[in-house]
């Protein structure tokens, strides 16, 4: 949602802080000329920022601080799904062997909340707090089978449909078939969608209301998930880690 009187001077500041995120350490004049502010303008918005430990000074360079890794753990260490699901997922990667992992979505985009790994496990580009395309995975499948269709389109129509490989679902109409299929089976399927040579297999987590929370998933090389591995013991187990942590939470 677009703010009605945007306050410029948070929008620079924020705008600061996410090439900062993107760009690494960086320089005054380097900052000022990737996001076209004045250097003077720049060194303010960096020294108030450090002056609160958003950001520090190493040599001629500023970076972020870990005050924003402290801000977020709060926020997660606050969030009933991450209290309960948190076991859940460390047994379900323990059980598997590979990489488990809970998500939510937040406006529009999928929001990683844990990984938990096995001792098979491979090591993604995935991390708390990543922010990734809800079509392009599993976990993201699962939430929005069962959000209302209103809702989904409203994401749709935000975020779009961007492909991360070929096999990345591209239309609405593939989207919306694919959302019936999970909430027929009862969970979701991502075949190579975000990271070739990836399979994952995602379930929803519901209240007792029918209200998605999020989703858990277990992720592995597709040379060790077979198709029969999809619709065999592997959703068992991931099902039932959700019908665990939906359980905790309602009753």
């Known amino acids: 949602m677009d703010a009605k009187y945007p306050v410029r001077t948070t929008e620079k500041t924020l705008a600061l802080i996410e090439q900062l995120m993107e760009g ?7 900052l000022a000329s990737d996001i076209d502010m004045g250097k003077s303008a720049v060194h303010n918005h960096l020294t108030t920022l450090q002056k609160h430990g958003y950001v520090q000074q190493i040599d001629d360079e500023y970076q972020l601080s870990l005050k924003f890794l402290e801000v977020g753990g709060r926020i997660r260490k606050s969030m009933e799904l991450y209290q309960v699901a948190e076991p859940e997922v460390k047994s379900l990667a323990a059980e598997t062997g590979e990489l488990a992992n809970i998500l939510i979505e937040e406006q529009g985009m999928g929001v990683y909340l844990m990984r938990a790994k096995g001792a098979d496990a491979v090591d993604l580009d995935t991390y708390a707090g990543l922010r990734t395309r809800l079509h392009t995975t599993a976990l993201g499948k699962a939430i929005l089978a069962y959000l209302p269709e209103s809702r989904v389109t409203e994401i749709l129509d935000q ?12 239309t609405r109409e593939e989207l919306f078939q694919a959302l019936d299929a999970v909430r027929e089976r009862g969970y979701a399927i991502d075949d190579g969608e975000r990271l070739e040579g990836l399979r994952c297999l995602g379930a ?9 929370l999020g989703a858990i998933s277990v992720s592995a090389p597709a040379s060790r998930v077979s198709d ?14 959700a019908n665990v942590i939906e359980l905790n939470i309602n009753y």
């Open 159 to 170: 975020h779009g449909l961007q492909q991360k490989t070929p096999k990345s679902i591209s």
């Open 204 to 212: 929803p987590v519901r209240t007792s209301s029918g209200e998605v």
């Open 228 to 241: 029969q591995d999809l619709h065999g013991d592997l959703p068992e187990k991931v099902l039932s880690a």
């Open 24 to 30: 690494g350490p960086c320089g005054v004049t380097e």
